[in-house]
């Protein structure tokens, strides 16, 4: 089957929300094949540890794909130790010029719980304004979710949940079954 002619897998959300010397990176279970539901518990959202430095990065894209990338990370972030911007403008420097990286698909919300940043394939390494981002499927209705809920006296984690709550509700591609982890300062 051709890739054009291949229906696509859809099926995450992920958000990182900053509040309060928090960070909480929230991931949904849902991985879809087209119009059919493959897996509702996936883990989308995990924690590193290179060279003893604490990361949680959440990935949207292809499973196999987003594992080279966090391996990647992690060598970058032993070469760099307690550098997280920097790894992961290198990191998305190797994905944009490299011919082998250049065709994975996949996008990475990381942090060290003073950094909240999103890596693209673009060479991107975006720091969010308002101390919320989401990527994938659902990524808008939980970033528009969390960004309302942001002056309210939630904290970061309760944000992060009720945001995908919300996005599970109106994006087909996204369910509640949630891995949540939280870093502070």
Known sequence: ????????????????????GRVVIAGD??????????????????R????GMDVVAGFAGSTADA???LERLEKKLEAMPGQLARASVELAKDWRTDKYLQKLEAMLIVTDGKELLVITGAGDVLE???????????GNYALAAGRALMDSDFDAETIARRAMAIA??????????LTVESIAK
């Open 128 to 138: 969010p304004e308002h101390d919320v981002t989401a990527i994938g499927s659902g």
């Open 1 to 20: 089957m051709a890739k054009e002619e291949f229906p696509g897998w859809h099926g995450t959300t992920i958000i990182g929300v900053r509040k309060s």
């Open 67 to 69: 594992f080279t990338l």
């Open 168 to 177: 599970a509700d109106i994006c087909v591609y996204t369910n509640g079954n």
């Open 29 to 46: 279970g849902q991985v879809s094949l087209g119009q059919t539901v493959i897996k509702g518990t996936a883990r989308k959202v995990r």
């Open 48 to 51: 590193l540890s290179p060279g």
